[in-house]
């Protein structure tokens, strides 16, 4: 068991929304007393496998890699990225259908990611591609994919390059559910002390409001992981994934990630069925 004492390591990925909701943990503008926060940043589908191993105290995580992790984590109530209307999308280098994409090549930014999941609801026929996130656009450019899954900022950038959205996949689960696209979320090791975990939480909550309620000098340093985005562009990229589900998840959250994991593990693409458990 953790002891009072304790340092977390704090493992999130480099792109500018985390940043904006880790700015005050990883700059110290708040702090506790009990925990001192380590941050390692690196990219989701890393993040995802590294969870399957129990590597790191707080990591960020797919909603889709919970079902794969859960015997070692649970969520955390705050820290949840969600599209309301809006979320990972398929875009390629000429205008195309969602029935055209049957049988092609789509370049993905991981199997474990909540993209590929939703993905491969909307259209189950199709070969995947795994490709390191920042070069999904490049792949689709060289002919090295027909389509590619875009998330973090190039979701607001890839029209510059000349790419022709295909499909909204969180727009799609929307018009068709009724509910947001839960995306991506915080987890805590399940051998964390309960004190701890629950300090955790109410730490990455204050954080995440500290982000909000100081919202220039917040946006300032998650410019530094805008990868050559408009500081315009960055401001909405943040406000579409930090908001009100970002400080607390609530019920609505959780019950469209349950239906989500629920649809994915009918159509065989979760191996088993998990109940959604979060730490608040």
């Known amino acids: 068991m953790t002891t009072a004492s304790a340092e977390i390591t704090c493992a999130h990925s480099p792109d500018s929304d985390d940043a904006y909701m880790f700015y005050a943990l990883a700059t110290r503008k708040i702090r506790s007393s009990v925990l001192e926060f380590k941050h390692v940043l690196e990219d989701i589908q890393s993040l995802n496998q590294k969870a399957r191993e129990g590597?790191?105290?707080?990591?960020?995580?797919?909603?889709?890699a919970y079902p794969f992790v859960a015997d070692k984590y649970t969520l955390m109530a705050s820290g949840s990225s969600v599209g309301d209307g809006y979320g990972p999308t398929l875009v390629a280098a000429h205008p195309m259908t969602v029935e055209e994409l049957k049988g092609k090549r789509v370049a993905i930014p991981g199997k474990l990611t909540t993209a590929y999941l939703t993905l491969r609801l909307m259209q189950p026929d199709f070969e995947a591609v795994e490709v390191p996130f920042d070069q999904i656009l490049d792949a689709v450019r060289e002919n090295r994919a027909d389509a590619g899954?875009?998330?973090?900022?190039?979701?607001?950038?890839?029209?510059k390059g000349g790419f022709h959205q295909v499909i909204d996949l969180g727009r799609w689960w929307k018009d068709t559910y009724g509910l947001p696209l839960p995306l991506g979320a915080n987890a805590l090791r399940r051998d964390l002390d309960p004190r701890i975990a629950s300090e955790c939480v109410r730490m990455m909550r204050e954080s995440i409001q500290y982000a909000l309620d100081h919202r220039e000098e917040s946006l300032n340093y998650a410019m530094e992981f805008a990868r050559d985005m408009e500081p315009s562009l960055a401001e909405k990229f943040v406000g579409m994934y930090v908001n009100h589900y970002t400080v607390d998840c609530g019920d609505l959250v959780p019950k469209a990630a349950q239906k989500l994991l629920d649809m994915g593990h009918e159509a065989g693409l979760i191996p088993h069925r998990v109940l959604l458990e979060f730490v608040r």
């Open 55 to 64: 590597q790191y105290e707080l990591t960020a995580i797919s909603y889709h």
């Open 149 to 159: 899954l875009v998330i973090h900022e190039a979701q607001l950038t890839y029209a």
